[in-house]
């Protein structure tokens, strides 16, 4: 017995929007490079290019994953989100990359920064139009259970927090004149980029690969279905699994044998009900079978 539920087209709004937050961002902290020459802020800039292509690649993963099941795709296209993820993951390898041949570059010729004062301001803003950006992905991401919208909250928060840093530290190179902190700076962004872009691959291909409900969520969910079974006898063989926003959980009921199937089914209409009010976007499957499947240890009624 299963049901979808209807599709939350608001996460394609955000989607889009990320577009064209991550174009302006890109045009602010590219200015503020041109004003001051700074490698760091140049960091800033290139892994603002791959906000932007990452956003297009979520939006499109999303619309994908929005559609509806069909012959070919009986449990629908949830994990679609999860290559758009792998995507920006491994993009952002890149960069860091692509960043620290630069910041070589200028540890072997430094040069001094022009209008740095600026240069800062411009970046400071971009700094703060990602931040809100990315606390709005990461909320409603979270909500929806959207990991693209989340992946792209996160690497927003990691260019929060890492321009801040580079704010910082062009103002110390600004104001002592330590040439050499610039690159050096913008060789601590790359291997911070490098580590988000690593988390984000692991944390995808945990999807792919049907990762299990963590146990704070797989304990509700024995909960909940202990807590509606009367009438059955108990229940056994609790399976779980993430696909993007989407919740498959599957389970055996087992009933009396003269139990009429108008009965079991209503217990199972209850069971489900249940547990959709905890995990809206699920995908519920329960076997019901007789008692002489019964299971010592299983969860039954008190």
């Avoid at 299963?2 to 394609?12: G, R, V």
């Avoid at 010729?109 to 400071?124: E, I, R």
């Avoid at 690159?183 to 049907?210: F, H």
């Avoid at 489900?272 to 299983?298: C, F, Q, T």
């Amino acid at each position: 017995m299963s049901e979808q539920t209807a599709k939350p087209t608001n996460i394609l709004k955000l989607a889009a929007g990320s577009i064209a937050v991550s174009l302006v961002v890109l045009g602010l902290k590219y200015l503020a490079y041109a004003l001051t020459g700074s490698v760091a802020l140049y960091s800033d800039a290139i892994e603002s290019i791959i906000n932007v292509v990452t956003a297009i690649a979520a939006f499109f993963a999303i619309r994908i994953s929005l559609r509806p099941a069909d012959a070919d795709h009986p449990y629908g296209h949830s994990k679609a989100e999860y290559f758009s993820t792998v995507l920006e993951g491994v993009l952002i390898l890149v960069a860091s990359l692509a960043i620290l041949r630069e910041a070589y570059g200028a540890i072997l010729n430094p040069h001094a920064l022009q209008a740095p004062a600026l240069g800062l301001a411009v970046s400071a803003v971009a700094t703060v139009l990602n931040g809100a950006w990315s606390w709005l992905l990461i909320t409603t991401g979270r909500k929806r259970r959207s990991p693209a919208l989340i992946a792209d909250g996160k690497h927003l928060l990691t260019d929060v927090v890492t321009s801040g840093g580079v704010i910082v530290g062009v103002l110390l190179v600004a104001l002592t004149g330590w040439e050499i902190l610039d690159p050096i700076l913008a060789a601590l962004v790359a291997l911070n980029i490098l580590w988000s872009g690593w988390s984000l691959i692991k944390e995808s291909v945990g999807g792919l690969m049907d990762t299990a409900l963590p146990t704070e969520e797989l304990a509700a969910v024995q909960a909940t279905i202990n807590a509606n079974m009367g009438g059955a006898l108990e229940a056994h063989d609790l399976r779980s699994r993430h696909a993007g926003r989407m919740t498959f959980i599957d389970f055996h009921l087992v009933v009396e044998g003269t139990m009429t199937v108008d009965t079991s089914h209503a217990i199972c209409d209850r069971i489900e009900a249940a547990l959709k009010a905890g995990h809206p976007d699920s995908i519920i499957s329960i076997h019901v079978e007789p008692e002489a499947k019964r299971k010592h240890g299983a969860m039954a009624i008190a």
